[in-house]
């Protein structure tokens, strides 16, 4: 079992920022971690919470993409850290998220994305997969706190 965990879809699809699982992020409740990821790159709290209100992920990340020009300035050095914690809010609020990840073992996590190779390892399978290393991080941190 040391093949890696693909999770853009199929089994693993839970970890995917898409998946229909809800997270609470600051007093306020969001369909999908991606609404909370979209709806943090600004300040604006009426931008914020029209991506909150949308209906989908995917409208979450086109409506905030036509806000593009009002990110906020610090965007490119904050959103690793603000996806880390929302992924550890996701795992705290759903312990069905939160099985699965320690179930994954030491098991490389690749987002298998064909178009992201930020988040994904891209198009050429040599992409960054910044989501899969954070996953990892936040895996290593949950099953430390368990041990303890």
């Known amino acids: 079992m040391n093949e890696p965990i693909l999770f853009y879809e199929h089994?693993?699809?839970f970890l995917s920022n898409f998946s229909a699982f809800a997270v609470l992020w600051k007093g306020k409740l969001y369909m999908t971690s991606e609404h909370v990821y979209q709806?943090?790159?600004f300040e604006d709290e009426n931008i914020k919470e029209e991506i909150k209100n949308t209906r989908s992920a995917h409208d979450s990340k086109k409506l905030a993409s036509?806000?593009?020009?009002?990110?906020?300035k610090d965007w490119d050095d904050v959103k690793l850290g603000i996806m880390k914690e929302?992924?550890?809010e996701k795992v705290n609020q759903h312990p069905y998220v939160k099985k699965k990840l320690l179930e994954s073992g030491e098991r490389l996590l690749v987002e298998d994305s064909w178009r992201d190779d930020f988040w994904g390892w891209g198009p050429n399978k040599d992409g960054a997969n910044h989501?899969?290393?954070?996953?990892m991080e936040?895996?290593?941190e949950f099953k430390d706190a368990e041990e303890k």
């Open 131 to 135: 989501l899969g290393k954070l996953w």
């Open 66 to 72: 036509e806000y593009k020009d009002k990110y906020r």
């Open 138 to 140: 936040v895996r290593k």
């Open 39 to 41: 709806a943090e790159k």
């Open 11 to 13: 089994e693993y699809y």
């Open 86 to 88: 929302i992924l550890c």
